[in-house]
């Protein structure tokens, strides 16, 4: 596989749900990928905090796949860490208005922020699953899957 980025910051609201499940992912394609990429994640939203744990119901989701999330990692305010959006050589957001935040945070600049939908050809969001219980997490975890591995075909051998 010729992918061509070393570090990839992944962004959504708070950093409790939505990020994590798609870290989750992408580490699990770059091992099997054999791929030597950084994979971390943020929250850029006004409700971002620092110290949140990850969902339990996006944790029991990603386990039922076979993904394990780390039950003590905690979220990450990207308004306090700018160098994380600097040393990012690609930035995959979960919807277009993190794109937009991300843009009003940093200005304009020739950062490559791309929607998760984009890397993956198509448009759209990838919502928030937060008070869908269990069932809403497996359709947000199902979409974030299938929208990398359309994005990673791009870059296949």
Known sequence: ?????KDILVVCSVNTARSPMTVGFLK???VRNNLDIKIYSGGISSNARDGMLISMDAILAMKEVGIDLPKDSLSIDLKKYPYLIEKADLIITLTEKH???LHAFIGTNNKNIITLKEFA????DIEDPSMKGLEGFRKTRDEIESAL???M???EN
């Open 153 to 155: 075909k791009k870059f």
């Open 149 to 151: 591995l359309k994005g």
């Open 121 to 124: 050809g198509e448009e759209g």
């Open 28 to 30: 699990k394609f770059s």
């Open 1 to 5: 596989m010729k992918f061509p980025y």
């Open 99 to 101: 794109k937009e935040e």
